[in-house]
């Protein structure tokens, strides 16, 4: 038997049903982000970072995009031959599949692949958020309050602390009640969805959770409300760096938009602390006479002959001489044809913008504000020369 000190499991089946035609076919932690990522390059790399090297990535929707991308886990150093990355999906059982009912179930799918390593920690992540932390601090937070289950918590804007799991915590850093996205919040601790649990009590909850008829099998509204029922030791790990949950569209574009403000705090050129992607080995981007860009971030492999200006275009994304494409988000393989304006949006891989279509508007253009939002372009769809698409509209192929 292999002992690793903490094992990190990683649940990235969500299907993103929020984030609409953009996880029609993949599923959300696999949603490209920054021009040369996906959304889960972020937990990997910082369970990398944090030195831990045993991390199970628990799949189930459209898992085919995921399981190819993630492949022995080279890029993010985890090819190892003792831990390394794991691509668990649901047990295919004798009369089909167990589908993961909760995240709770879903960590009790794969006792036996935790067991492997008898693990005195297990670190539970979502795989579908945008930031960097240093998990290895967080364990030792854990320790050093002899805490059974720690959470780690954000302080979120008191508007928007009803949208979160909140928490109250004593003056020990001890968390002492619970708040499910209430509508009058106590606080504004807003649980991050990363645990740190001792493992020989989760898996105990874990197991009594499963034979509870009716539980929901969730870590949020079952597991831990149940080990706080049971008096056990529940820390609170306070988090200061960026974070943002990308489940929604308005929240990936903005997150793609924090890449070009050095205000924001994602800061991705910190060599103590690298993100690491799959590597496209495009050439470099290239850039015609015509061409005009300022605070853009453009991948390798792009071409560019229009103007682009406060956008992030990912590899062998093109813009046709006389296009404009302002504050939106191009993804890989992407064509917008000559005349095409692109304005706040989204535009899905492989997608081709017809000649002088105009996709999406500027807030300050739209007559009433309640109906402007992101317009987002889905993958493989041909845009027809001079269509319209609307603030908020999704066209599917």
């Keep these: 038997m292999q002992h690793q ?79 390394g990355v794991h691509v668990l999906s649901p047990y295919q059982q004798m009369q089909g599949t167990q589908w993961y009912k909760g995240t709770a179930n879903a960590i009790y ?24 932390m240093d998990y290895a601090k967080m364990l030792a937070h854990h320790k ?10 954000l302080e979120v804007e008191w508007e928007e602390a009803s949208r979160f799991g909140l928490m109250l915590v004593g003056d020990d850093g001890f968390i002492t009640e619970f708040e ?25 909850y874990l197991i009594d959770d499963e034979a509870k008829a009716g539980s929901s099998n969730d ?36 997150a793609n ?19 690491y992607s799959r590597n496209t080995n495009a050439p470099p981007a290239l850039f ?7 605070n853009c971030l453009i991948a390798n492999g792009c071409k560019i002959d229009g103007e682009v200006d406060a956008s992030v275009l990912f590899p062998w994304a093109q813009v046709e001489e006389g296009a404009i494409v302002r504050d939106s988000i191009l993804m890989p393989g992407v064509t917008v044809k000559a005349g095409a304006v692109v304005q706040y949006a989204i535009i899905a891989e492989n997608a081709v913008v017809g000649e002088d279509c105009v996709v999406g508007v500027r807030p300050e253009h739209c007559s009433n504000k309640d109906i402007w ?19 908020k509209e999704m066209v599917e192929a």
Aim: with cysteine; aromatic share 10%.
């Design 257 to 275: 938009m924090d890449l070009l403000n050095p205000k924001a705090g994602l800061d991705m050129s910190d060599p103590s602390w690298v993100i």
């Design 109 to 132: 799918q794969n006792i036996h692949f935790i067991d492997r390593y008898s693990p005195e920690y297990v670190l539970v992540l979502s795989g579908d958020h945008i930031y960097k």
């Design 373 to 391: 939002g992101v317009a987002v372009v889905g993958e493989n769809v041909q845009l027809e020369p001079s269509r319209v698409v609307l603030p």
């Design 180 to 204: 499910e996205k209430p509508e009058n919040p106590r606080s504004n601790k807003a649980s991050m969805g990363v645990y740190v649990f001792t493992w020989a009590k989760l898996r105990q």
């Design 288 to 294: 015609g006479p015509q061409a005009k860009t300022q």
């Design 5 to 83: 000190h903490c094992v990190a499991m990683l649940l990235a089946g969500g299907q993103g049903s929020r984030l609409g035609v953009l996880t029609h076919k993949i599923a959300k932690p696999a949603v490209p982000y920054g021009g040369k990522y996906r959304i889960i390059d972020f937990p990997l790399s910082n369970c990398v970072n944090s030195g831990i090297d045993t991390v199970g990535v628990l799949t189930q929707y459209q898992p085919l995009a995921l399981n190819d991308y993630i492949g022995k886990g080279s890029p993010w150093d985890l090819n190892r031959m003792h831990g």
């Design 219 to 254: 870590f949020g509204k079952d597991v831990i409300p149940a080990m706080h029922a049971a008096g056990e030791r529940m820390a609170a790990y306070a988090f200061d760096g960026y974070w943002k949950d990308v489940g929604t569209i308005e929240s990936l574009w903005e």
């Design 144 to 153: 050093e309050k002899q805490a059974d289950c720690t959470i780690a918590m």
